[in-house]
């Protein structure tokens, strides 16, 4: 079994910043992309930010300049850091993982529980 837990949403004014963290644990035995989804009410999930295997990323144009996605191969674990934060960033932000377990050799897809995040003054 697989988990990925999230951390670090919440509330802030625009312009300010957060940095969200989603680490995987469970039957792993690797990880290929590890990426940040949102979704605002009404809307449907978008992709914000992917980072694969090595350093490549990439970013949807809304975030570009503004948001920077790493990861840390030894805990598991994506981050998302973002910066000039705007109210239309206001979403319910899911980490997802492409994840190959011990049962092989599919890698599957794997859902945070997501975190809220707003932008308001």
């Known amino acids: 079994q697989v988990q990925l837990v999230e951390s670090g949403g919440g509330l802030v004014q625009p312009g300010g910043s957060l940095r969200l963290s989603c680490e995987a644990s469970g039957n792993i035995f690797s990880i290929d992309a590890m990426g940040w989804y949102r979704q605002a009410p009404g809307n449907q999930r978008e992709l914000v930010a992917r980072i694969f295997g090595g350093s490549t990323t990439n970013y949807s144009r809304s975030v570009k300049e503004r948001f920077t996605i790493s990861r840390d191969n030894t805990k598991n674990t994506v981050y998302l850091q973002m910066n000039s934060l705007k109210p239309e960033d206001t979403a319910v932000y899911y980490c997802?993982?492409?994840?190959?377990?011990?049962?092989?050799?599919?890698?599957?897809?794997?859902w945070g529980q997501g975190t809220q995040v707003t932008v308001s003054s």
């Open positions: 997802n993982a492409k994840i190959v377990t011990s049962q092989g050799p599919r890698a599957y897809d794997y």
